[in-house]
């Protein structure tokens, strides 16, 4: 069983990469060597030097797994066969990201094997340097296999994606990209001591993918799609500028800017609705530009930040779902879920009463929308008909009311019947508001087609001096028509 062990990172220049104490464990201390691959730029110097060393391209030949390689290679690693102290030269910076070494450390800890890690100057700042460029907020480097997400390029910042093992990984990396940078987006292509100036849709078009290639992404031009939610910021930022900016931008206000939210979000419904999906891309998006209005407003009166907005919203989520955060058990049905909403949301706000929860609804909801919740909350308490039918008897009941009521009674009755409608709708799992809209939709439609049918017949008359009969004909026809398309 190994000794001790030592990990030592060799650059992309081999021996003027080494740090002069990981030079000192490779040349002098006289341990065990072991080189991922032949190809290690420093294979060349051991042999000059008459050290003997181990490698493990062997495992590379019969591994195609990633994971699984490192494993492999880690069990080579620790072969039992190995005695004394040995030293692990890995490609590029071994504290950044490689997976090997995440294993070697791992496995050396439950052995009770002592490691010592000897850094290297990393892949990506040395070409950065090799390509005459500065890099004021650093590099980000990724083992190709490790670029799982858009998530980890910041298309701001330099970025490094190192040991491009095979093409057609780097073909899954472009495709990545492609949602981050320009598809002509430059970058540097460095395989076998050169660098090459390339479009990001070459990258896997050349020659030279080993474990020692790699390729440098320096930042995108500001405002230049694809685009992401700082682009948006930024240009909301501009927006309100008053060097250069838009003075109706700069004039608005979180009060005045109200109406457009609500416009906004009955659009985005509609589009919903329609199911088109490039009218929901743009209306969600319109959406968003309020939420970022709202809060690039609020920063400059030092009220809140889009920071605050989303840590405020991922603490609720993250509170509300201890089912799913947490360690809360039991929780597997919808209904249960919405149960414990509430409860969490009343401990929240520390109100015990459903009372309270109902009179904090806002004002401006839509009337419908809020007596389907205020019903909802009441059912929460008990207050609600065993079933459906018992609702529909109730609502029958407030319809003939309204017939013998007298006219100064006849709004107040009305009210109950639109209300008891709603709670035979909420009974049914419909909600009032989206049945309501679908109905008025389907109205204007048929409408809409039997004024144009009308007039193309009668073109020298007027609808309204029409027998309703008369005008039916055509109210029937375009509801055909409709329901044939």
């Given amino acids: 069983m190994i000794k001790a062990l030592s990990i030592v990172g060799v650059g992309p220049k081999g021996m003027d990469s080494l740090s002069y104490a990981g030079y000192k464990e490779i040349f002098e201390s006289g341990k065990n060597i072991i080189l991922t691959t032949a190809k290690c730029p420093i294979a060349r110097n051991l042999e000059e030097n008459g050290i003997e060393f181990n490698v493990l391209d062997e495992v590379f030949e019969v591994t195609e797994d990633y994971d699984a390689l490192s494993s492999r290679m880690c069990d080579v690693v620790f072969d039992e066969n190995k005695k004394g102290e040995w030293v692990l030269c890995v490609l590029g910076e071994p504290t950044l990201g490689e997976s090997l070494v995440e294993e070697v450390l791992f496995k050396s800890k439950a052995l009770n094997i002592p490691v010592k890690i000897f850094s290297c100057v990393p892949l990506g700042a040395s070409l950065i340097g090799e390509c005459g460029m500065v890099a004021p907020q650093g590099v980000t480097e990724i083992p190709l296999a490790r670029a799982e997400s858009p998530k980890q390029f910041n298309k701001r910042a330099w970025c490094a994606v190192t040991s491009l093992y095979n093409k057609l990984a780097v073909s899954s990396l472009k495709l990545m990209l492609y949602s981050v940078y320009p598809e ?212 029958i009941s407030e319809v003939e009311e309204l017939k013998a009521a007298p006219e100064d009674k006849m709004e107040d009755e009305a009210g109950d019947v639109i209300f008891s409608l709603v709670n035979v709708l909420r009974h049914m799992g419909i909600n009032p508001e989206i049945a309501l809209q679908g109905a008025v939709d389907k109205f204007s439609r048929r409408f809409t087609l039997t004024e144009k049918l009308f007039y193309e017949e009668n073109p020298d008359k007027k609808m309204s001096d029409e027998p309703i009969e008369a005008l039916d004909v055509y109210w029937d026809k375009a509801k055909k028509l409709l329901q044939n398309r």
């Fill in 184 to 395: 002509e987006h430059e970058v540097y292509f460095c395989a076998r001591g050169k660098i090459s100036r390339v479009p990001l849709y070459e990258i896997d078009r050349l020659h030279g993918y080993s474990w020692s290639s790699a390729i440098l992404i320096p930042p995108a031009e500001p405002l230049v799609a694809p685009f992401d939610i700082t682009d948006l910021c930024d240009i909301m930022v501009k927006l309100r500028s008053p060097e250069g900016g838009c003075p109706w931008d700069r004039e608005q206000t979180s009060l005045t800017l109200r109406q457009y939210l609500i416009e906004e979000a009955h659009e985005a419904v509609q589009a919903i609705t329609n199911g088109d999906v490039d009218e929901i891309t743009e209306e969600l998006g319109d959406v968003l530009l309020q939420v970022v209005f709202h809060a690039d407003i609020a920063k400059d009166m030092t009220l809140y930040t889009l920071t605050d907005v989303i840590n405020a919203v991922c603490l609720k989520m993250i509170h509300r779902h201890p089912h799913v955060f947490g360690s809360l058990q039991g929780v597997s049905t919808s209904e249960k879920v919405l149960e414990n909403w509430e409860a969490i949301k009343r401990d929240e706000k520390k109100t015990s009463l459903v009372s309270d929860s109902i009179n904090s609804l806002p004002e401006s909801m839509e009337t419908l929308l809020k007596a389907y919740k205020v019903q909802k909350k009441a059912a929460g308490a008990g207050m609600d008909f065993k079933c459906g039918e018992d609702a529909l008897k109730a609502l």
